[in-house]
């Protein structure tokens, strides 16, 4: 039973392209965290999602940044026009209730040059 | 001030040392966490906790819900211990809550040989 897989594990991007991160939860989650943990800071609450709905965003910057998580397939983290304050590494949770379980991957980490 | 403090911020111990990093939090909460990073790596859920004590191995976890605090404990320390561990709770917010997590900023453990 595979865990929480993310990739890319790391990912380069030079400033003002767009990122890609994809979370594939565990096999029967249906409840997807995003995380960022920037460099000497500690973990921060992006997003949370169910599949096809997004239910919390209190930790979305306002621009450039998206997620979802459709029927079928990956929950996706998206950054557009990327900027060097975007390093940082990103981490997915998945639970099967959205309750206080907590299955993390292995996060992707995020290079903005 | 955080809502999720942790003490200390670093802690150096000789293998075989017992070791206690504390967790304090100023929120009513449905849950909390104890999580393991090593540099670079993902992150593992060591215990949940909502009450009371948990042991696994080498360690222990305790909370003590009126008073807003928990501990980790590792006995007979190893330098393979050592790793940043993390506290973060499962807010209650009226009633309702689920896996949104709040983290405290993270404890440095180096155990050497």
């Known amino acids: 039973n595979a865990g929480v897989m993310q990739n890319p594990r790391h990912l380069v991007r030079r400033r003002g392209q767009e990122a890609r991160l994809r979370c594939s939860p565990m096999?029967?989650?249906?409840?997807v965290y995003w995380y960022r943990q920037l460099p000497e800071e500690g973990l921060k609450f992006m997003v949370y999602l169910q599949k096809e709905n997004i239910i919390d965003e209190s930790g979305m910057p306002k621009e450039r940044f998206s997620a979802e998580f459709p029927k079928e397939g990956p929950s996706i983290l998206r950054i557009q026009q990327v900027v060097r304050g975007d390093s940082a590494a990103y981490f997915c949770?998945?639970?099967?209730?959205?309750?206080?379980?907590?299955?993390f991957g292995q996060g992707t980490r995020l290079t903005v040059v | 001030k955080n809502e999720v403090e942790q003490s200390p911020q670093n802690l150096t111990a000789q293998e075989g040392e017992f070791i206690t990093i504390n967790c304090s939090y100023s929120v009513g909460i449905s849950a909390l966490h104890w999580l393991q990073q090593h540099p670079g790596g993902g992150i593992v859920s060591l215990f949940m906790l909502s009450s009371g004590k948990k042991k696994h191995g080498r360690l222990i976890a305790t909370i003590n819900i009126q008073e807003k605090h928990s501990s980790l404990h590792i006995t007979a320390s190893h330098p393979r211990d050592s790793a940043v561990y993390i506290c973060?709770?499962?807010?209650?917010?009226?009633?309702?809550?689920?896996?949104?997590?709040?983290f405290g900023q993270g404890t440095i453990l180096t155990v050497h040989p």
């Open positions: 949770a998945s639970s099967s209730t959205g309750g206080t379980e907590a299955f």
């Open positions: 973060a709770v499962i807010r209650n917010a009226g009633g309702t809550s689920y896996g949104k997590l709040t």
């Open positions: 096999k029967g989650h249906s409840h």
